[in-house]
């Protein structure tokens, strides 16, 4: 079954049109809100009223604002490392659960530091390990699966999604239930020291805010400019030839796997010590799927990546202030969704005219 | 049925590769369609069975204008293709191959197809068993069936395209017996090859094809000399039988034994010498693959070992043999030798090996165009691999070649490429052979075989030939042990 | 035999119809060489949409039709995407995965929870008052009584007619096909469009037959499709290997619901069981295919060797040659 995206015959001369790009993009996003304004219709909503409360909800206060560029901090970081996999022509769909497992290993270090006394800022750096190797683990079972168990790494990172979440489930309602009753809210927060401080008069912290800059910058040299990026593109359009050619790519698979992975992880612990302080079991908050969306739609570019990343997280931060028109909060989902059918679909339009010139 | 051609013109892009087409096939003949690969015999082949509409011109079916729009049209005015690699579905059962496709109700009656398979079948005198599977038979059979299939369904006009290729001694001649029977019946035949002594031994009339263009019919008596003229527009260099081998043992396999589900090849004991080039004859799928990627550390032998350099490198992997020295061209360029969508620098970047983190794209350039010169690549730096032509492709896959290699292992190295590459590739690789790299390949062409080879290992069925000398064998000699006989 | 033991057999019957629908309409389309990687939110979206409209204009029957409707056009979506524009099966099937389960949370909110209708249970006379056979299979709603036909018709449909034969023909090799007359563009449009309506089915069957009602993205349906996916792998492309995956699933599914009355286990753990499970039996049916495991074997003394590769092969399931490959008649 070949199921990698393997990147078809682009004949040359696209390259060279930007505006014929752009008006494509254009286009999709012209379709995208013409679908959803239908779907906000059908819901007996107006389109525009709720479109207009979305950008209130985004960009309407500091607060707000703010909220959005805290929100972007995970999502960039997620896709930062879904980069690496899609290069290497892997679906890592094990996204999310590599963010939950990467938030569950992260407060499982708070509760093991917690009582050692030692300093504050050590021990969040040691979490942030933990999440970090929590994302890996997580990471690496569907690589390994995928080489020595030929089972695809979609299906594999899939079901582990559901294990993770459900992992997360069992430590809230079962070992580490809050004193008194389990409930579903999650664990017991972590003590004040441990959550990363707030810009004052905001809702963003300036240690993830960096920790995502570092991220971005990295994945972007790493992929465009290195003999790893060009091996993990070689791998990801024909993995036999590239074998034949000297690339070991077990490793490169494993290696794309075990950062995307780290990604997961340390997205898992930026979520856990400066949002949510505990674990929940909704632990990923979808970033790891939003990523995959914003990987597809970037087609690979790593500077873009940030650009729709903020787009759609200020969607989905705008996206709470529709539950005041009654709708609920999928709505970004929707929008998002119908964003990246269109421009799946409008760039193959595009090919197609172009083949037949 | 007659056939007839009229101004007939096709273009692919600027390649005129049918260029006004005039010819007539009277019933009941065998018409020989010769040419270099290239010289649009296949096209005008798919122009009559209807895959390609012609530009221009027209198509007479016993004097009637016909427009064939589709293979299924073909078929129903009586035309059937065997194409080279026959057109059928290996993991279903023979039955289910001739059924499908087929018209009528939904559910076919099996049984009287099942006795129309066997009544045919020794009506040829083959061997198909209707209810085994297709991937269990060999390329011989495969042909058979698809013959036995068209003949059922009734064709007039049986094409087959280079049917040769592939098939033992034995079968072969069971097909001229069969195509000469068709024939004595009233079917048309068209035979398409590039074997001259093939066309000559079996067809009653032949057309001669060049670069698009029909260059002229030929009758019985032939002239092989005419024919090669005809075909190449001169006579043809032969290429130079240097040899470099030399007495210095490289690479030792002692008691190899390999095994994949269908195939096992049992106690192999090989020298391969310094500078040697070793031909790998046999029907495909009789295990040179099995053998060559055993060479390769892709594959690991089930008994013996495998001695590089006096260094036991028995169950070792690609990665170590590569770094001893050792490099695989495989048949299949574009899945894996080369990778689609990436420039011809990109591919040399990879194969370089490098110490430094970042890409130096300025000199990864300049090795680029160095190599392009000195392979004459038709390709810029920045051409992706895939729009290069076979023979360019060719040409890139031996300039990513490392300098230093011991042993070179090749499948099918000259397939699909015209005579003049074919050569010059082989000049390439001979130059090598000065500086002690053995060769290994394997090809369908027993020609090459013995022009290029020193020694010649024969497979059959899982046997192993002892090492043939190439001085001293000939076509005849290796076509009998590829057919199965003399072992 | 008690009653609690037939009701838990009945039960698993019961559970296994719309992944059985689901996964059998996977595999109409993947033997017809295409994957639509959207069934995940097809049945979110159709159990929705189909539950909704049963509703609001009382009638069960066109509750169903939509449901049909609804994935026929996803997979539409698919095929137009992948067999006309050639792009990625897998990026237009995970989006439209993702993008119809929103949907579906989104739309739905304001039927969440109401009150609608729902298949009853027809006994079939006769068959019925067979002890043990009779509760356990023919005591059921209609839609699982269409299932019994259902997995007849699709093997013999797919293995037993000429339609069978060619469609297996486009899936293995759509250039021979073609050169027997197939259209294949056409023919796998057609098969992925009635892939999408049978795996459309198995949303109205969930909220008008098996598990009633629409609870939001409390009705359980999340995951359901990846399983069916996995299903029509682990099946190996046979309807009737695939049927018994399914009920393999609903037996699973069955025995959370008792575990869940008998224990204090949380629900969602219960609803994650069949995940490891469908890992590990992928991993059975794809191990084969491992180079490694190849090389270990080559290194092994000739008898067990050969023992393995045997068991392994007899487990390995091979997809449609070319599952996944655009076709182009030259």
Same mark, same amino acid.
């Given at each position: 079954?070949?199921l990698?995206?393997?990147?078809g015959q ?12 752009f008006g494509?993009?254009?286009t999709?996003?012209i ?8 779907i ?15 950008l209130?909800?985004?960009?309407g206060t500091?607060?707000?604002?703010t909220s959005?560029?805290?929100?972007w901090v995970p999502l960039?970081i997620a896709?930062?490392g879904?980069?690496?996999t899609f290069?290497?022509g892997l679906?890592n769909i094990?996204?999310?659960g590599?963010?939950v497992?990467g938030?569950?290993?992260t407060?499982?270090?708070f509760r093991?530091?917690?009582e050692?006394?030692l300093d504050?800022s050590?021990?969040i750096?040691?979490?942030?390990l933990?999440?970090?190797a ?7 079972l569907?690589g390994?699966?995928?080489i ?6 979609i299906f594999?990172?899939l079901?582990?999604n ?6 997360a489930?069992?430590?809230i309602?079962?070992p ?5 009753v389990a409930s579903?809210?999650g664990?017991?927060?972590?003590d ?7 810009i004052?008069?905001t809702?963003l ?5 960096i ?6 910058v ?8 290195t ?7 070689a791998i990801?359009k024909n993995?036999?030839?590239?074998y034949?050619?000297g690339?070991p790519?077990t490793?490169?698979?494993?290696l794309?796997f075990g950062?995307?992975g780290l990604?997961a992880g ?7 010590t400066?949002k949510?302080?505990?674990l929940?079991?909704?632990a990923g ?6 990523g995959?969306l914003?990987?597809m739609?970037v ?8 650009v729709i990343a903020f787009?759609?997280?200020?969607l989905?931060?705008?996206?709470t202030?529709?539950?005041y ?8 989902g929707v929008?998002q969704?119908?964003l990246?059918l269109?421009?799946?679909l409008?760039?193959?339009v ?8 | 049925?007659k056939i007839?051609?009229q101004h ?7 390649v ?12 009941g003949t065998i018409?020989?369609i010769l040419?270099?690969?290239g ?5 005008l ?5 209807g895959?390609?509409q012609?530009?221009s011109?027209e ?5 009637k ?9 073909a078929v129903?005015?009586?035309?059937g293709?065997l194409h080279?690699d026959?057109l059928d ?7 289910d ?6 018209r009528?109700g939904?559910?076919?009656?099996r049984?009287?197809?099942?006795k129309?398979?066997t009544?045919?079948s020794?009506e040829?005198d083959?061997?198909?068993?209707p ?8 390329v011989g059979?495969r042909q058979?069936?698809?013959i ?6 009734g ?7 280079e049917p ?5 001694a034995?079968q072969?001649?069971k ?5 000469? &029977? #068709?024939?004595?019946q009233g @079917? ?11 066309? +000559?031994?079996? =067809?009653s009339?032949v057309a ?9 019919e030929?009758?019985?008596p032939y002239?092989?000399d005419?024919?090669?003229?005809m075909m190449f527009?001169?006579?043809v260099?032969v290429?130079?039988k240097?040899?470099?081998?030399s007495?210095?043992?490289y690479? &030792? #396999?002692e008691?190899i034994s @390999?095994?994949d589900?269908?195939?096992r090849l049992r106690?192999?004991?090989? +020298?391969i010498? =310094?500078?040697e080039?070793i031909?790998?004859?046999g029907m495909?799928g009789?295990g ?6 055993m060479l390769t550390?892709?594959?690991?032998p089930v ?7 006096g260094?036991?490198f ?5 990665p170590?043999?590569q &770094?001893?020295?050792?490099?695989? @061209?495989?048949?299949?360029?574009l899945?894996?030798g080369?990778?689609?969508?990436m420039?011809?620098t ?8 490098h110490?430094e983190l970042?890409?130096?794209?300025k000199?990864?350039?300049d090795?680029?165009?160095d190599?392009?010169?000195?392979f ?9 691999i895939?729009q290069?032509?076979g023979?360019?492709?060719q ?5 990513l070649?490392r300098n230093k290699?011991?042993?070179i292992?090749m499948?099918?190295?000259t ?12 000049s ?6 000065k ?8 090809s ?5 075989i ?13 046997l192993v030939s ?11 000699e290796?076509?009998?042990l590829?057919g199965?006989?003399g072992? | 035999?008690d009653v609690?033991?037939l009701?838990t057999?009945?039960g698993?019957?019961?559970y ?6 689901a996964s059998i309409g ?5 033997k ?8 995940n939110?097809?049945?979110i979206?159709?159990?929705m949409?189909g539950f909704?409209?049963a509703?609001?204009?009382d009638s069960?029957f ?17 095929a137009f ?5 050639k ?6 099937g995970?989006?439209?995965a ?5 949907l579906?949370?989104?739309l739905?909110?304001?039927y969440t929870?109401?009150p609608?209708?729902?298949?009853s249970?027809?006994?079939i006379?006769v ?6 056979i009779?509760p356990?299979f ?7 009584y269409a299932?019994y036909l259902?997995i ?5 449909f797919m293995?037993?007619?000429r339609s069978?034969l060619?469609l297996q ?5 759509p250039?021979?096909a073609?050169?027997r007359?197939a259209n ?5 449009y057609?098969?992925?469009i009635l892939g999408g309506?049978?795996i ?12 009633i009602?629409?609870a939001?993205?409390l009705?359980g349906?999340d995951g ?6 996995a299903i029509?792998?682990?099946g ?11 009920y ?14 008998t ?5 969602q ?9 469908m890992?590990?039996?992928?991993l059975l049916v ?19 060797r050969?023992?393995l590769?045997?068991?392994?092969r007899?487990?390995?399931?091979s ?9 182009e008649?030259e």
């Amino acid at each position: 079954m070949s199921l990698e995206p393997r990147a078809g015959q682009t004949p040359s001369i696209l390259k060279k049109s930007t505006w014929i790009d752009f008006g494509i993009r254009l286009t999709a996003v012209i379709l995208a809100l013409v679908f959803t304004s239908l779907i906000l219709v059908i819901a007996k909503a107006q389109p525009l009223e709720a479109y207009k409360s979305i950008l209130q909800g985004a960009f309407g206060t500091t607060i707000k604002f703010t909220s959005v560029i805290a929100s972007w901090v995970p999502l960039v970081i997620a896709t930062s490392g879904l980069l690496f996999t899609f290069t290497a022509g892997l679906w890592n769909i094990g996204m999310e659960g590599q963010i939950v497992m990467g938030a569950v290993f992260t407060v499982g270090a708070f509760r093991i530091f917690d009582e050692t006394g030692l300093d504050p800022s050590l021990v969040i750096f040691l979490a942030f390990l933990a999440g970090a190797a929590g994302g890996i683990f997580w990471a690496l079972l569907p690589g390994l699966m995928k080489i020595y168990g030929g089972v695809n790494e979609i299906f594999g990172g899939l079901g582990l999604n559901f294990v993770a979440k459900t992992a997360a489930i069992w430590l809230i309602f079962g070992p580490w239930k809050r004193p008194g009753v389990a409930s579903g809210s999650g664990t017991e927060w972590i003590d004040i020291p441990f959550r990363l401080p707030y810009i004052p008069g905001t809702n963003l912290s300036l240690t993830i805010l960096i920790i995502a800059i570092i991220v971005a910058v990295f994945t972007a040299i790493m992929l465009k400019g290195t003999h790893f990026g060009l091996r993990l593109k070689a791998i990801g359009k024909n993995d036999k030839a590239a074998y034949i050619l000297g690339i070991p790519t077990t490793r490169y698979f494993l290696l794309a796997f075990g950062l995307c992975g780290l990604f997961a992880g340390i997205a898992g612990a930026i979520l856990v010590t400066s949002k949510q302080y505990s674990l929940i079991p909704d632990a990923g908050f979808g970033y790891g799927f939003l990523g995959l969306l914003v990987a597809m739609l970037v087609n690979y570019h790593p500077i873009w990546s940030a650009v729709i990343a903020f787009f759609f997280a200020a969607l989905s931060i705008g996206n709470t202030e529709l539950q005041y028109m009654g709708l609920n909060s999928y709505f970004a989902g929707v929008l998002q969704g119908f964003l990246v059918l269109f421009v799946v679909l409008v760039d193959g339009v595009r090919k197609r005219l172009v083949t037949k010139l | 049925m007659k056939i007839s051609f009229q101004h007939i013109n096709k273009w692919f892009g600027k390649v005129h590769a049918n260029n006004d087409i005039n010819f007539t096939i009277p019933s009941g003949t065998i018409q020989g369609i010769l040419g270099e690969n290239g010289a649009g015999k296949s096209t005008l082949m798919k122009v009559l069975t209807g895959f390609y509409q012609a530009d221009s011109g027209e198509i007479f079916l016993d004097d009637k204008a016909v427009t064939i729009s589709s293979p299924e049209d073909a078929v129903m005015m009586g035309i059937g293709m065997l194409h080279q690699d026959p057109l059928d579905f290996p993991p279903m059962k023979v039955i289910d191959n001739f059924l499908l496709g087929t018209r009528g109700g939904l559910f076919p009656n099996r049984k009287q197809v099942e006795k129309d398979i066997t009544r045919l079948s020794q009506e040829f005198d083959f061997q198909i068993n209707p209810d085994s599977f297709v991937e269990t038979l060999t390329v011989g059979e495969r042909q058979q069936l698809e013959i036995l299939r068209l003949l059922w369904l009734g064709v007039k006009v049986l094409i087959l395209d280079e049917p040769t290729t592939g098939i033992s001694a034995n079968q072969k001649e069971k097909l001229f017996a069969t195509l000469l &029977k #068709l024939a004595s019946q009233g @079917l048309t035949v068209i035979f398409v090859s590039h074997k001259l002594e093939e066309v +000559e031994q079996l =067809c009653s009339r032949v057309a001669v094809f060049r670069q698009g263009q029909l260059v002229g019919e030929v009758m019985p008596p032939y002239d092989t000399d005419q024919f090669v003229y005809m075909m190449f527009g001169k006579s043809v260099e032969v290429a130079d039988k240097s040899t470099f081998r030399s007495e210095v043992p490289y690479i &030792k #396999l002692e008691n190899i034994s @390999l095994e994949d589900y269908r195939l096992r090849l049992r106690d192999i004991n090989l +020298e391969i010498n =310094c500078g040697e080039v070793i031909g790998l004859a046999g029907m495909e799928g009789s295990g040179q693959r099995l053998f060559l990627r055993m060479l390769t550390g892709l594959m690991r032998p089930v008994g013996g070992s495998i001695l590089y350099g006096g260094h036991n490198f028995t169950g070792r992997t690609y990665p170590v043999f590569q &770094k001893a020295g050792v490099a695989y @061209l495989p048949a299949a360029r574009l899945e894996e030798g080369l990778i689609p969508g990436m420039t011809l620098t990109e591919h040399f970047i990879l194969s370089e090996e490098h110490h430094e983190l970042f890409v130096n794209q300025k000199s990864a350039i300049d090795l680029t165009e160095d190599r392009i010169r000195e392979f004459y690549i038709k390709g810029t730096p920045a051409s992706q691999i895939e729009q290069l032509s076979g023979g360019n492709q060719q040409r890139a896959l031996l300039a990513l070649l490392r300098n230093k290699l011991r042993l070179i292992l090749m499948e099918h190295p000259t397939r699909g490429l015209d005579i003049e590459s074919a050569i010059w590739i082989w000049s390439k690789m001979k130059e090598r052979c000065k500086d002690c790299t053995s060769i290994v390949f394997t090809s369908s062409d027993l020609d090459e075989i013995i022009q290029y080879s020193d020694r010649i290992l024969v497979f059959f069925g899982g046997l192993v030939s002892k090492p043939i000398d190439a001085d001293t064998t000939t076509v005849d000699e290796l076509g009998q042990l590829i057919g199965g006989k003399g072992w | 035999m008690d009653v609690a033991t037939l009701t838990t057999l009945a039960g698993i019957v019961e559970y296994a119809v719309p992944v059985l629908f689901a996964s059998i309409g996977e595999n109409f389309t993947e033997k017809a060489g295409l994957i639509n990687l959207s069934v995940n939110g097809t049945i979110i979206l159709s159990a929705m949409s189909g539950f909704v409209v049963a509703m609001t204009v009382d009638s069960i029957f066109l509750g169903f039709l939509v449901g049909a409707v609804v994935g026929a056009i996803v997979a539409a979506i698919v095929a137009f995407s992948s067999i006309t524009l050639k792009q990625s099966q897998v990026a237009i099937g995970f989006v439209l995965a993702l993008l119809c389960r929103d949907l579906a949370y989104f739309l739905g909110a304001p039927y969440t929870n109401k009150p609608g209708l729902f298949l009853s249970k027809v006994p079939i006379p006769v068959l019925a008052d067979i002890p043990f056979i009779g509760p356990v299979f023919f005591n059921h709603s209609l839609v699982v009584y269409a299932s019994y036909l259902f997995i007849i018709i699709a093997y013999v449909f797919m293995f037993k007619t000429r339609s069978g034969l060619m469609l297996q023909g486009i899936g293995e090799r759509p250039s021979a096909a073609f050169a027997r007359g197939a259209n294949v563009k056409a023919l796998r449009y057609f098969y992925t469009i009635l892939g999408g309506l049978l795996i459309g089915l198995a949303g109205p069957m969930y909220s008008l037959a098996v598990k009633i009602g629409w609870a939001g993205q409390l009705s359980g349906l999340d995951g359901i499709g990846w399983i069916a996916l996995a299903i029509t792998i682990f099946g190996g492309w046979n309807p009737l290997r695939v049927a018994f995956g399914a009920y393999l699933f609903g037996g699973l599914q069955q025995l959370g619901i008792t575990l869940q009355s008998t224990t204090n286990i949380p629900i969602q753990i219960l609803q994650a069981a069949p995940f490891p499970l469908m890992i590990f039996t992928l991993l059975l049916v794809n191990v084969g295919r491992a180079e490694w495991v190849d090389r270990e074997l080559a290194a092994m003394p000739e008898k067990p060797r050969i023992v393995l590769s045997k068991i392994l092969r007899a487990l390995r399931t091979s997809p449609p040659a070319s599952l996944g490959v655009p076709f182009e008649n030259e």
